[in-house]
């Protein structure tokens, strides 16, 4: 597609929304400090992009391109009047480059209906800024779907079908990514994997990437996300193959408990989200060498309420490639990517779901155990499973840092996996 300002051999990190509140070079900084590798839904100012820059920051920036946001889908249909052809012709005539723009905010959750316009956004977007990424955000399977027939407009979707409506948009659009939005912690965790399976499902299929809008907010004010519910959103995306992770919101945008309060001071969000983006930085020189091959749902009951809308079924047990007998001992569950890369090496990307509501909000987890100073810790699961091939070894990560398979006979590991974590297990030739 098109030369781009920023490495998509990367995991990227970012956020939505930024106010003019948050405009300041010490804002920036924080941005940076925490993690965040670029920022959607934020003007082309000047003076911010300038600190941006500085900062290593990239800018999805609004505001060039005509807007569109689907909504309720009472305009659905109606992008092609809304944003012509001419209209992106006339922004490139106006158009001020700045090295901190790395894409152009195109919209957000469009309806299927809309899709075909904007294919012919998407070739005038290649054809007018070929160096600037063009960024559309789709709708969660949470939308509302057409009510009877495919000219219906009063809908979200525009399709019968959530898988339709994606598909819908690989038709007719030529892009080499899938950006969606899921808040699992606003809805189901059932949900939340019924989507993930969806577009990876679909990503797989046409070769494209697979892009995902988080929630570090809350939709209810007296609930705040815990670290380990931003841990098993973030994770479980990496078991489904995501290649960039966006938190909303970082100033106010929508809903409660933003990473910034009203006033530009960071909240208690702020220390959540610079531990879980440095885990994810540190994962992603290893995890992004892989492309996802398959998702399973290991250990999950058959009455497990977090699998209840998922259209395909948990396993027992998983042999994929050279893992073989995978197992979610002491009654737990995982979602667990199987990962290959190009050279042929093979890797899980686990995520614990045995608690994914993080039901004890201290978040250590409901699985606690007593310690002998009188304090709880996370209490831990194992993992197990064999290697056939000798001249392989398993070298483990945990929420991005070294960890240990202890080897239990010939061929045969464990690994401890405990609340939430995120564990990438690669399989190295001896001595690597």
């Not at 990876?200 to 907010?217: F, H, K, P, S, Y």
């Not at 070298?395 to 590991?413: D, F, I, R």
Request: glycine residues 8%.
């Amino acid at each position: 597609m098109g030369n781009w300002r920023f490495d998509r051999n990367k995991l990227l990190i970012g956020t939505y929304c930024l106010k003019e509140y948050a405009f300041s070079e010490a804002h920036v900084r924080m941005l940076a400090d925490a993690g965040i590798d670029y920022i959607c839904s934020a003007p082309a100012d000047r003076a911010l992009l300038d600190r941006c820059q500085k900062y290593g920051l990239g800018v999805f920036a609004a505001g060039i391109l005509p807007a569109w946001w689907g909504g309720d889908g009472e305009r659905a249909g109606g992008l092609s009047e809304a944003a012509p052809v001419s209209s992106y012709e006339e922004a490139a005539e106006r158009f001020a480059d700045h090295p901190a723009i790395w894409g152009l905010d195109m919209g957000d959750e469009p309806s299927a209906l809309d899709f075909p316009h904007y294919g012919k956004l998407f070739e005038a977007m290649a054809r007018l800024f070929p160096d600037h990424f063009p960024y559309l955000n789709l709708y969660p399977n949470y939308a509302s779907v057409a009510w009877n027939t495919d000219t219906q407009t009063v809908n979200q979707l525009g399709t019968a079908t959530y898988p339709e409506h994606i598909a819908r948009y690989t038709e007719c659009i030529d892009s080499d990514y899938i950006c969606y939005d899921h808040y699992m912690y606003s809805k189901t965790v059932s949900g939340a994997y019924e989507n993930l399976r969806v577009v990876a499902d679909r990503c797989r299929e046409t070769g494209r990437d697979m892009w995902i809008v988080l929630q570090v907010n809350s939709l209810w004010p007296e609930k705040w996300v815990t670290l380990p519910q931003l841990r098993h959103q973030a994770y479980t995306a990496l078991a489904f193959g995501a290649r960039a992770i966006n938190w909303a919101c970082w100033t106010a945008g929508w809903w409660s408990n933003q990473v910034l309060d009203d006033q530009g001071k960071p909240t208690e969000q702020y220390g959540k989200l610079c531990i879980m983006n440095r885990e994810l930085h540190a994962l992603s020189g290893r995890y992004m060498k892989y492309r996802n091959i398959s998702t399973h749902f290991l250990g999950f009951g058959e009455d497990s309420e977090h699998i209840r809308t998922v259209e395909q079924a948990a396993e027992k047990t998983l042999s994929a490639g050279s893992f073989r007998a995978v197992r979610a001992e002491d009654g737990c569950a995982a979602v667990v990517g199987y990962l290959k890369s190009e050279e042929g090496g093979e890797a899980l990307m686990i995520a614990d779901a045995t608690d994914p509501l993080d039901l004890n909000a201290d978040g250590k987890g409901p699985r606690s155990v007593p310690c002998a100073d009188g304090t709880t810790e996370a209490a831990a699961w194992t993992l197990t499973f064999r290697v056939d091939n000798p001249a392989l070894t398993p070298v483990v990560m945990v929420n991005g840092l070294p960890w240990k398979a202890l080897k239990t006979g010939e061929g045969e590991y464990a690994v401890r996996i405990e609340h939430c974590a995120g564990v990438l297990i690669e399989l190295k030739p001896n001595g690597v």
